[in-house]
């Protein structure tokens, strides 16, 4: 399977200088991870904080065996894979961490439970846009939002999410995210060939 992607710019909003990276493509299986991350030039992420990617759901066998070699022979910024709630459950048991990679719950709404967003296996949150798009509508929304910002700082982790204009919700508080994307967020890569075959390999767990 050929596939364009691209590299997706995030900016921390109390130090704008420092950026972050995602790579750009629906979430991939663990064994196209490490052809994903040697499509990723040094040049690519230079400065970057953190390149996050986006991964589907995994069993901790297939982690290890696949998921952790291609991690220790990458040779850039700290990963930060994405995962979903189902994920989390794997590895919330199984003890996942290390100094090459971290885990960042994404897709967090109103649905997600506190337990989730305070588990020790994750360091970071992101926050999908459509719940950040309805919280900036809906008022009850807009302090949810907020109340489930200031959880996840309390617990120390770092948060992303789409800025969007909440001044239409009259008293809403403002969603104050560590990172959004970055104003020219997208840069061109070089497309990535995955094996349809290898996709389909590792099958997300039970």
């Not at 719950?105 to 020790?120: G, N, R, Y």
């Amino acid at each position: 399977m050929t596939q364009d992607t691209s590299l997706r710019s995030w900016t921390l909003l109390a130090s704008p200088q420092v950026k972050a990276a995602e790579i750009q493509c629906p979430p991939i299986f663990l064994p196209a991870l490490a052809g994903v991350l040697a499509s990723v030039k040094p040049t690519d992420v230079r400065g970057a904080a953190f390149l996050i990617v986006r991964v589907q759901s995994f069993n901790r066998n297939d982690f290890h065996r696949i998921a952790e070699p291609a991690l220790r022979s990458y040779v850039g910024p700290r990963i930060c894979l994405a995962i979903n709630r189902s994920t989390l459950k794997v590895v919330a048991s199984a003890g996942f961490a290390g100094t090459d990679f971290g885990l960042m719950l994404d897709d967090v709404d109103a649905e997600t439970p506190l337990s989730d967003v305070a588990c020790d296996a994750i360091e970071a949150v992101r926050f999908g846009s459509g719940f950040v798009a309805e919280a900036s509508r809906s008022l009850r929304l807009g302090f949810a939002l907020d109340a489930m910002l200031g959880f996840a700082r309390d617990v120390g982790l770092c948060t992303l999410g789409t800025a969007t204009d909440f001044a239409q919700v009259l008293d809403a508080p403002p969603a104050r995210f560590d990172y959004v994307p970055s104003p020219t967020s997208n840069t061109p890569m070089r497309t990535l060939r995955q094996s349809t075959r290898a996709n389909m390999r590792t099958q997300p767990a039970a």
